[in-house]
């Protein structure tokens, strides 16, 4: 899933100004930051594919500060130009940074302003999301990041608004990408904008890669709130909505538990949690729909009810836009992948006492980025699995609503 902002052709139709060069992307390298991230625009931008129909870039390796480079795999890298070469880029591309605690060199920050004042197309990969916002230039727009720090920079930097399930969200001249190999979406998608469909896949070939990447992060999303909440007044009112899951009852109540009007239960839960309430709500049922169709034989009418929903139609609606299949698709494929004779337990014994699930029978082996086994939805009845929070106690955070897609 991806986001193209159509509230923006003035930016995305600036012109650049000086010596930039559309044709000239410029990659920001700093010490500390992954190997991976850093790799993607040097593979994309960097390597001359005019034999495969792809046009080519002229690419700018640049170091965002003084001092060996030095990756977290271990390598050494050697920049051959410094900050004042991003004049001549029409592009610059920040890859991952190296800590959402540190802040940025003050000298980059200045040079990425210069090069947005220009006209030049800002890029974030990952982490980088961090730097563009220290930079202010995020500030009012749609943005995206790896779905681990998207809380944390909806929290650091209230006025970018964070949709932490986009794959990459381009804003015209400003782009985010989501966690580590979604800056391969992103890349390909600039590939695109500049030179069309064709170009775009035929690079996607050559990397063995989709051209398009349907879904996004929240397949991967980790659903548990920032700490902060453990000591905010917000905490008990959750802790009673994950209680009473299988009970009809609205953000209202909510609200009305919280002693708020419904405005600034909205605006406090938003704050805490870069979520819209009613999002997440729906989205804790979908998660006990889950556990049940996973852990119990109940019916998908009996899991619409024990869930809280109004209807098996309104489980089924919103079960499928979160997953991208029906309840009894999600239960037959997640069987498929069981060990033979193990029998579904009862749905109850299976969640603890807080209500939070134990860890999902069946899986065995790593998934992508270190999470469970996905399934494709689209092949052997797959669909996908979302991660779990194994530790006692946790709670669910939904991203905040859609910006587009």
């Known amino acids: 899933m991806s986001h193209d902002s159509t509230a923006a052709p003035e930016a995305a139709a600036r012109k650049l100004s000086g010596r930039r060069r559309k044709e000239i992307v410029a990659v920001l390298l700093f010490s500390g930051g992954p190997i991976f991230e850093s790799s993607i625009p040097l593979s994309v931008f960097g390597i001359d594919r005019q034999d495969a129909g792809v046009p080519r870039y002229r ?29 001549r880029a029409g592009t610059v591309v920040v890859p991952a940074w190296r800590s959402i605690t540190a802040p940025p060199p003050e000298e980059a920050l200045d040079a990425l302003r210069r090069a ?14 961090f730097v563009l916002a220290a930079a202010g230039l995020l500030d009012g727009r749609p943005a995206t990041t790896h779905w681990m720090y998207a809380p944390t920079l909806a929290k650091r930097y209230p006025s970018v608004h964070v949709d932490p399930r986009e794959l990459f969200v381009d804003d015209g001249d400003v782009l985010t990408s989501a966690g580590t190999a979604a800056g391969i979406d ?16 035929a690079l996607a070939r050559r990397l063995v890669v989709p051209p398009r990447r349907s879904g996004g992060q929240e397949r991967y999303l980790d659903r548990s709130l920032p700490e902060e909440i453990g000591a905010d007044p917000l905490a008990e009112v959750v802790a009673w909505a994950l209680e009473h899951l299988h009970e009809q ?37 979908v998660l006990q729909a889950q556990r049940l169709l996973e852990t119990s034989d109940y019916s998908v009418d009996e899991v619409a009810g024990r869930c809280g929903f109004r209807s098996p139609v309104a489980l089924r609606g919103h079960f499928r836009r979160q997953l991208g299949s029906s309840p009894a698709a999600y239960r037959a494929a997640y069987r498929a992948r069981r060990p033979q004779g193990d029998r579904p337990a009862d749905a109850e014994a299976s969640l603890s006492m807080s209500g939070q ?49």
Do not use: K
Request: net charge neutral; hydrophobic share 35%.
């Open 249 to 285: 009852f609205d953000v209202e109540t909510l609200a009305a538990r919280a002693y708020m009007s419904r405005r600034t239960f909205d605006r406090r839960f938003r704050s805490l949690t870069g979520s819209a309430p009613l999002q997440w709500l729906i989205t804790q049922r």
């Open 59 to 87: 690419l700018l390796v640049c170091a965002g500060e003084e001092g060996p480079l030095r990756t977290t795999g271990g390598l050494e890298l050697t920049a051959p130009h410094g900050l004042e070469a991003i004049s």
């Open 116 to 129: 947005h004042e220009e006209g030049a197309r800002i890029v974030g990969l990952c982490t980088g999301a």
């Open 357 to 405: 699930p134990g860890p999902p029978p069946g899986l065995a082996g790593p998934g992508p980025l270190g999470h469970p086994p996905m399934l494709h939805p689209d092949r052997d009845n797959g669909v996908p699995m979302q991660s779990r929070r194994q530790a006692a106690g946790a709670v669910g955070l939904l991203p905040g609503p859609r910006s587009g897609s």
């Open 186 to 201: 992103l890349c390909l998608h600039i590939v695109r904008t500049d030179h069309g469909n064709e170009a775009a896949g």
